[in-house]
Nanobody
Framework: QVQLVESGGGLVQAGGSLRLSCAAS????????MGWFRQAPGEEREPVAA????????WYSDSVKGRFTISRDDDANTLNLDMNNLKLEDTAAYSC????????????WGQGTQVTVSS
């Protein structure tokens, strides 16, 4: 099993920045892909960014490309999301997720951290 705990959410003005972090514990050696998802009230959960083990491959949704940066430190078992130029539509609960090596889906999820962008 893997446990994921997010931190770093909060209230920020539009145009501002925040860094989200996700600490992984447990069977972290089994984790391959990690990612961030978000869910706004009344909306479906959507993927935001993902990163392979070692950081060699990254993916971003079109809505955050150029503003958000995903990174991970496999030695420290942490995943980060640097969010810049935040917009009102970025307001959501953000969750980190992890997929085991060879898995076709994200197997583990954190509880989430709220990001609220105000005008």
């Amino acid at each position: 099993q893997v446990q994921l705990v997010e931190s770093g959410g909060g209230l920020v003005q539009a145009g501002g920045s925040l860094r989200l972090s996700c600490a992984a514990s447990g069977r972290t050696f089994s984790i391959a892909l990690m990612g961030w998802f978000r869910q706004a009230p009344g909306e479906e959960r959507e993927p935001v960014a993902a990163i392979s083990r070692g950081g060699g491959r990254v993916w971003y949704s079109d809505s955050v490309k150029g503003r958000f940066t995903i990174s991970r430190d496999d030695d420290a078992n942490t995943l980060n999301l640097d969010m810049n130029n935040l917009k009102l539509e970025d307001t959501a609960a953000y969750s980190c997720a992890a997929a085991e090596n060879g898995s076709a889906k994200f197997d583990y999820w954190g509880q989430g951290t709220q990001v609220t962008v105000s005008s």
